[in-house]
């Protein structure tokens, strides 16, 4: 399959382990942000997202917490599972700008050991 | 089955040769936009589209072209004046009130 950031920073963990991914912003006047999960060869699936006026926001197994004072955005996944593994990116955005522009940051490779 | 969709998955051409990528979305969705990813790095945009007859240039356009007759396809060129065409080329949708963009399979391009 294909290859997708052959140098990214890599988390292993053991199934059933509970897994945080983070990420750093840039833009303290960004107001939306994205988490992507992306597998081999394949585009990048939406996992969650939060608005700047919150700091927590759970879904199915994910929880995305997000720090606006230091620009720190995580994504906890719950009893990884071997379908898991993949690149997982976030992605910040300016919202009320009149037109949506992500900015993506480089990925982390989550590796889940049966 | 909606969806975005990009063929073919895999594209070779010898350098010095246009090609033409594509994808349609059956979403309804407003915007359109490409996105350039190569081996450790984010995704980069190249150009956008909010309506139909109008694009904009993103961050890494030279060497890239587009066209947006039809509000579900938005086909990118890949022009022999792009000095690293070989790259994976996404490309998503949303609406243009919409928050998260949905993406399509991917082309993987190689230029040899």
């Known amino acids: 399959g294909e290859s997708v950031g052959l140098h990214l920073p890599t988390l292993s963990v053991q199934e059933g382990d509970n897994s945080i991914i983070n990420c750093a912003y840039s833009?303290?006047?960004?107001?939306?942000f994205i988490w992507y999960k992306q597998e081999s060869g394949k585009g990048p699936q939406f996992i969650i997202d939060?608005?700047?006026?919150?700091d927590k926001r759970q879904g199915q197994r994910v929880t995305v917490l997000l720090n606006k004072t230091v620009k720190h955005l995580s994504l906890q996944i719950a009893a990884t599972q071997p379908g898991d593994s993949a690149v997982y990116f976030c992605?910040?955005?300016?919202?009320?700008?009149?037109?949506?522009?992500?900015?993506f940051g480089t990925g982390t490779r989550l590796l889940v050991s049966p | 089955d909606g969806g975005i969709t990009q063929s073919p998955k895999y594209l070779f051409r010898k350098e010095g040769q246009n090609v033409t990528l594509s994808c349609e979305q059956n979403?309804?969705?407003?915007?359109m936009y490409w996105y350039r990813q190569d081996p450790g790095q984010g995704l980069r945009l190249i150009y956008y589209?909010?309506?139909?007859?109008?694009?904009q240039k993103g961050d890494i356009a030279e060497g890239y072209s587009v066209s947006r007759e039809k509000k579900e396809s938005f086909p990118l060129t890949v022009t022999s004046a792009q000095k690293n065409p070989t790259a994976f080329y996404l490309c998503?949708?949303?609406?243009?009130?919409?928050?998260?963009?949905?993406f399509g399979p991917g082309t993987r391009l190689t230029v040899t």
């Open positions: 998503a949708s949303t609406t243009i009130t919409g928050s998260q963009q949905y």
């Open positions: 833009n303290s006047a960004s107001d939306y």
């Open positions: 939060i608005r700047s006026n919150m």
């Open positions: 992605a910040e955005n300016m919202l009320g700008t009149g037109f949506q522009k992500l900015v």
């Open positions: 979403l309804n969705h407003d915007a």
């Open positions: 589209s909010q309506i139909v007859n109008d694009f």
